[in-house]
């Protein structure tokens, strides 16, 4: 994963297939602070004690088309390069908390990439799935909110490529705007 | 066509001025076309897909497809188990089995989209896919 984009990318593909109809992305920069905070929330089917202990092993996984799973060991494994660490929460029917933390100003944080690209392209693939998204940089708060979004647009889908385009410009306007692209 | 000046959209009423606009079109799209007769892509949007750059090929898809003027939808999958060939991507077109490339890079998504989605004239770099017999094993 060359992004942390990317990174919020792949994990939220295991919220979705732990069948969350809820799933929030909150990031929390602070510069002074020195954090760089990822959040992914869901109300998926979550896991026991036992499976939390083993997703951070990458020959763990739970699907049947390829015996590894790097996605949350990889996570791990750039959080604490970046000092930071990797905390899962989970409860069975309940859902999954990831939270990813790693020193804002270290040489070995990955870049923030294509963030506003990466919550479209979720949002336009999984229409039926509620998405909140809340972006916090030194006081500065973004939210959106799917359910939002969908009010405003009424019958015209998610995914539709120009309003797939008008969401990203929405994003990366107010990122650009909070220091956060 | 649209207007003069092209302001950006910063908020969702900013968005809500443009409903109209993509309501029209919609509506102009589903008369030409039937649902049966649209095109459906998946990429497969797992980490090794993602490590290989599946998230830019996916975007490229939406968007080139739609200034094509083909009427598709775009969509991720999880890993096909070809995480040897990522990015992958499938494509289903109406009343053909499905055909899964592997190796997508921009240059092989626009011939792709040329060649066989255009004109349904199979391009190299097809995974052979045996639904039937090979993966119905792999799942046990």
Request: aromatic share 4%; hydrophobic share 35%; glycine share 8%.
């Amino acid at each position: 994963m060359k992004t942390l984009a990317l990174h919020i990318l792949d994990i939220v593909q295991n919220s979705i297939t732990a069948g969350a109809r809820n799933i929030f992305i909150h990031i929390e920069e602070d510069t002074r602070e020195n954090r760089y905070l990822i959040r992914v929330g869901d109300d998926g089917c979550g896991m026991t004690e036992d499976t939390v202990r083993r997703v951070t092993d990458p020959y763990y996984t739970s699907r049947k088309t390829r015996k590894v799973g790097m996605g949350i060991s990889l996570l791990k494994q750039h959080a604490e390069q970046a000092g930071g660490h990797l905390k899962i929460r989970s409860e069975v029917d309940k859902g999954t908390v990831v939270e990813a933390l790693f020193e804002h100003d270290h040489m070995d944080r990955q870049s923030a990439g294509d963030i506003a690209g990466v919550i479209v392209l979720l949002v336009g693939s999984n229409p039926e799935i509620r998405f909140q998204y809340t972006h916090h940089r030194n006081g500065g708060t973004y939210k959106m909110d799917t359910n939002e979004v969908k009010e405003v647009l009424e019958d015209v889908p998610l995914n539709d490529p120009e309003v797939r385009q008008y969401l990203k410009e929405m994003i990366r306007e107010n990122l650009g705007e909070m220091g956060a692209l | 066509m649209g207007e003069p000046i092209m302001t950006k959209i910063k908020s969702l009423a900013d968005l809500k001025k443009k409903k109209e606009d993509l309501q029209s079109k919609i509506a102009l799209r589903e008369k030409s076309d039937t649902p049966e007769g649209r095109v459906i892509v998946k990429v497969a949007m797992a980490t090794c897909g993602i490590a290989s750059g599946s998230k830019e090929v996916m975007e490229y898809m939406v968007d080139e497809l739609d200034k094509r003027n083909i009427d598709a939808i775009v969509t991720q999958t999880g890993c096909m188990g070809y995480c040897y060939a990522e990015p992958t991507l499938e494509v289903n077109l109406p009343g053909h089995d499905p055909v899964v490339y592997g190796y997508v890079d921009k240059k092989k998504a626009d011939e792709i989209i040329e060649k066989y989605i255009k004109n349904q004239e199979l391009v190299d770099g097809i995974i052979p896919v045996n639904y039937q017999t090979i993966e119905k094993d792999k799942e046990e």
